[in-house]
């Protein structure tokens, strides 16, 4: 299901998606995705559901991790932060990241 308002007009989408998806629009996650995720150049991703795949956080795109992410996040150049749970690796190549001292990484 997608909702547009809220959260400065983002989208919700609370379905499931079953294939490698890039997140385009501004999005609020409270669903799932079953494949990897890059989040385009500019471009807000709220995560509060789930993801199971690889997360790419692509310069000037901000991405927060309040769901659970069973994968690797990878950031490029964007604003990352984590305060829900990444089953895997955070590679930070450039961009800024912060990681909630109650989120974990495992």
Do not use: C, H, Q, W
């Not at 079953?18 to 500019?42: A, F, N, Q, S």
Request: glycine share 14%; aromatic share 4%.
């Amino acid at each position: 299901m997608v909702e547009r308002g809220s959260d400065d007009d983002m989208t919700t989408f609370s379905g499931k998606i079953e294939k490698d998806t890039v997140i385009e629009d501004d999005l609020i996650l409270t669903g799932v995705i079953i494949g990897d995720v890059v989040v385009k150049e500019g471009i807000n991703f709220n995560l509060n559901g789930v993801v199971s795949g690889n997360l790419l956080v692509s310069n000037n795109s901000t991405v927060y991790i309040n769901g659970v992410l069973n994968g690797n996040v990878k950031n490029i150049g964007g604003n990352l932060e984590i305060y829900g749970i990444v089953k895997g690796r955070l590679i930070e190549i450039s961009g800024n990241t912060f990681v909630d001292k109650n989120a974990v990484i495992a």
